[in-house]
């Protein structure tokens, strides 16, 4: 492939470009408006802006990573037509072994595809958004494994204690007493220490969880997301942190789709074969949509004052719990789309539900 010259890219029209970026090395891979490779070079994170000035506007193609946004932003300012790709639509195109330059040469021609699916452009907001869920979803991780950790202690001492965190704390020291012949001072210590890592971690959740309520109480469009039955504070963040007002997606159904909330399909010759949720999409969102479902599907008194209730009282029929579950997340998704599209809050004319 040739190395195209300043002036050369001065009077070449490009079509698109693709970037791929790395920690401190960025590939650029041009081609121009008859189909061939014009500009193929590598530069350092930090001359990236000097290096797209000399470009005439164009598609600037990238895969969806960390800084795709903050780049995405960049470009945008430039002039070009930034455009963000899943990895997993740039991987048909990519040629011959996997390098910089065929990875970047991939993303141009898929940047061109009319009919790909591009990632939607996400605001500083968001990303400090998405950044309070994930560290939120990482500390309660570490919570759940420090409560998993005691319990394993003690089961070694032969010490059992029934399912639930709140059993496990007003019991912990009683058992450590009781038991402090059996149990040896160095053991003691180290299940109070692990004790006192699960309080500071209840300590930093609490503030992280009131930090994202305040967002939710101070957001529209939280605050008609959690119009919606079973979403609450958490679940509503977390979805205009995903998608902001949900302009990626034409209709509620593909929302549900980038979700996985629908079955894998794998049909051939006229013959449809249906299997599994394709779990594609975002893994939290769609854990919280479910969870939502099963605490919906927990009171069944309350199902008749929804809209969606006599379905969900005939599906109750026929589908095992499970299954009823991840088709109410997916209708639940399918409503807060909705709600986000068309700005208007989820009239149920009912009363409130447990949210999440």
Partial sequence: HPMATTSKRNTVTLASVGLDIGKEVFHLVGFSTDG????????????????????????????????????SRTLRKLGHEPRIIPAIYVKP?????KNDYNDAE?????????????????????????????????????RTATINQIRAFLIEQGITVRTGAHALRSSLFAILENRKDEISPRMNGLIV????????????????TGEIEMIGKSE???????????????ISTAMVAAIGTGDAFGRGRDFGAWLGLVPRQYST???????RISKRGSKYLRT????????????????????????????????HRNKLATALANKLARIAWSVLANQQAFDTNKEEVTAI
Avoid at 133 to 139: F, G, P, Q, Y
Avoid at 193 to 208: P, T, V
């Fill in 220 to 234: 529209e469009n939280c605050q008609r997301l959690m119009s919606v039955p079973g979403i609450g504070p958490i």
């Fill in 93 to 97: 195109f990519v040629k011959g072994q």
């Fill in 269 to 275: 010759g006229g013959k449809t074969v249906l299997g």
């Fill in 288 to 319: 919280l949509f479910i969870q939502a479902a099963h605490v919906i599907l927990m009171r069944p008194k309350n199902w008749e004052k929804f809209s969606f209730g006599p379905w969900l009282t005939e599906a109750s029929t026929r589908l």
């Fill in 193 to 208: 220490d692990l004790y006192q890592d699960w309080i500071g971690l209840d300590e930093r959740i609490g503030a992280i």
């Fill in 106 to 142: 991939a993303i141009a021609e898929a940047a061109l595809r009319p009919n790909l699916k591009f990632v939607a452009e996400k605001t500083q907001d968001q990303l400090d958004l998405q950044a309070l869920h994930r560290v939120r979803s990482r500390l309660v991780s570490r």
């Fill in 36 to 71: 061939k490779i014009v500009l193929r070079r590598k530069i350092k994170r930090l001359a990236l802006v000097s290096e797209l000035e000399k470009l005439p506007p164009c598609i600037v193609g990238m895969e969806a990573c960390l800084s795709a946004h903050f780049v």
